[in-house]
């Protein structure tokens, strides 16, 4: 898998893909807050070959790290979406998103139709309350108006954890997903990126003409089956699967099982 950065107007977007061009269109893969591609790592190399496979880290997450003001709401993140694709020549592609990254794969839809021949939504967050199942990271940004960076990157990775059924492997991923947070301007980023969360976020009644779409959740993750049920209701003719003993972080914790739902939708 090969990485690189490329520059949209005043952001840096970091990215890795792998495959080959094919069979099917493209596949990007979106991670939510405060994940980043490393969210993906071992789901993507168990995909069928014949495709190119793009994973990005979201601006304000991982290698892509936001300036001072970035812009880190959904809308932002959609239109940087489209900005890749123009970038890397995707004229078409299928989204695969988890989490809050699911918000922002239906504003790519939303924004341009044709650019998305599906979609992959895996453990939605529900629009009306985004932050609903991360329990003490509600409270983080008022903390955050005093806290030092690192103090504010402890907090968050101590919610990460929390959401991981795999005790040994949610200190390592946690980790990785909360170290940008603690370095210089790091605070800042973790407000911005909470700010855009806090209130509900209105999303495009997809009833007309909706894209094909499949929805993935974790069974014993009470606050994803939820989410995941009304956004299987709202896009007609949406498949609803449930993963078996599975919690929020299904890619990282249940990769063999995602591939094969994965490659199952994209065959078909």
């Known amino acids: 898998m090969r990485g690189e950065f490329v520059e949209l107007e005043r952001d840096r977007?970091?990215?890795?893909?792998?495959?080959?061009?094919?069979?099917?269109?493209?596949?990007?893969?979106?991670?939510?807050?405060?994940?980043?591609?490393?969210?993906?790592?071992?789901?993507?190399?168990l995909l069928p070959a014949g495709r190119r496979y793009i994973v990005t880290d979201?601006?304000?997450?991982g290698r892509s790290v936001a300036g001072p003001g970035a812009d880190l709401g959904l809308d932002a993140h959609a239109r940087r979406v489209l900005c890749l694709l123009d970038r890397l020549g995707v004229?078409?592609?299928?989204?695969?998103a988890h989490g809050v990254g699911a918000l922002t794969a239906v504003r790519v839809w939303q924004l341009d139709p044709s650019r998305v021949s599906d979609l992959v939504l895996v453990n939605p967050a529900p629009p009306e309350r985004p932050l609903r199942?991360?329990?003490?990271?509600?409270?983080?940004?008022?903390?955050?108006?005093?806290?030092?960076?690192?103090?504010?990157?402890?907090?968050?990775?101590?919610?990460?954890?929390?959401?991981?059924?795999?005790t040994a492997r949610a200190t390592h991923s946690a980790d990785l997903y909360?170290?940008?947070?603690?370095?210089?301007?790091?605070?800042?980023?973790?407000?911005?990126h909470l700010h855009a969360l806090t209130g509900p976020i209105s999303l495009p009644d997809?009833?007309?003409?909706?894209?094909?779409?499949?929805?993935?959740?974790g069974r014993d993750d009470r606050s994803d089956r939820r989410a995941a049920a009304a956004f299987a209701a709202?896009?007609?003719?949406?498949?609803?699967?449930?993963?078996?003993?599975?919690g929020h972080f299904i890619p990282e914790e249940h990769p063999?099982?995602?591939?094969?739902l994965l490659a199952s939708h994209l065959a078909s």
């Open 91 to 96: 004229k078409r592609t299928s989204v695969v």
């Open 206 to 217: 997809m009833g007309d003409t909706p894209p094909r779409a499949s929805i993935i959740c």
């Open 178 to 192: 909360a170290r940008p947070f603690a370095a210089q301007g790091g605070r800042d980023a973790l407000r911005a």
């Open 58 to 61: 979201q601006l304000g997450c």
């Open 234 to 246: 709202s896009i007609p003719g949406a498949t609803l699967h449930e993963v078996p003993a599975a």
């Open 13 to 45: 977007l970091y990215y890795f893909a792998a495959g080959t061009r094919g069979q099917g269109d493209p596949v990007v893969f979106l991670h939510g807050f405060p994940t980043t591609s490393h969210l993906w790592r071992e789901v993507v190399p």
């Open 133 to 166: 199942g991360w329990g003490s990271l509600r409270w983080i940004r008022g903390v955050t108006r005093w806290a030092s960076s690192a103090l504010g990157a402890s907090l968050l990775h101590g919610a990460l954890v929390k959401r991981f059924v795999d």
């Open 256 to 260: 063999e099982q995602l591939a094969v």
